[in-house]
């Protein structure tokens, strides 16, 4: 009975994962972006603190933009679009996740950085 239960929580869980990926744009660019971070992960040698940052990163901006979503919905229901109050709620739940997505974009490329430094001065030597 309970592994039914824990079953069934996992499903509407990956269900509203699913929702959101079909109807946000913003979420899919940012899956896209998280992949080719997980890849970069991979293809470099970074440290295991390195990953574990950027991977909660990862997770904190696909959070955030989740509720982003879960609020607009929730407002949307409750009051019309046009009020200034829910504009500014709207705003400042989507500012919100520009800032966690451009905290991550920094802290993504001063771990990065070096390693594709690397690279670009290898391949130069390489060529020249």
């Given at each position: 009975m309970i592994i039914g239960q824990v079953f069934r929580?996992?499903?509407?869980?990956?269900?509203g994962i699913k929702?959101?990926?079909?109807?946000?744009?913003?979420?899919?660019?940012?899956?896209?972006?998280?992949?080719?971070?997980?890849?970069?992960?991979?293809?470099?040698?970074?440290?295991v603190i390195e990953k574990s940052v950027l991977t909660l990163l990862i997770i904190i901006v696909l959070v955030l933009e989740m509720l982003n979503s879960v609020l607009e919905r929730f407002i949307d229901v409750f009051k019309p679009r046009v009020h200034t109050y829910i504009r500014d709620i709207k705003d400042i739940a989507a500012g919100a996740v520009f800032l966690s997505s451009l905290g991550s974009l920094l802290v993504g490329l001063v771990i990065f950085y070096p390693h594709i430094k690397e690279l670009l001065f290898n391949l130069l030597k390489y060529i020249i």
């Open positions: 929580s996992f499903v509407h869980a990956f269900s929702i959101v990926f079909k109807e946000e744009q913003n979420f899919r660019i940012q899956i896209a972006l998280a992949v080719l971070v997980v890849v970069m992960m991979f293809i470099f040698s970074l440290s």
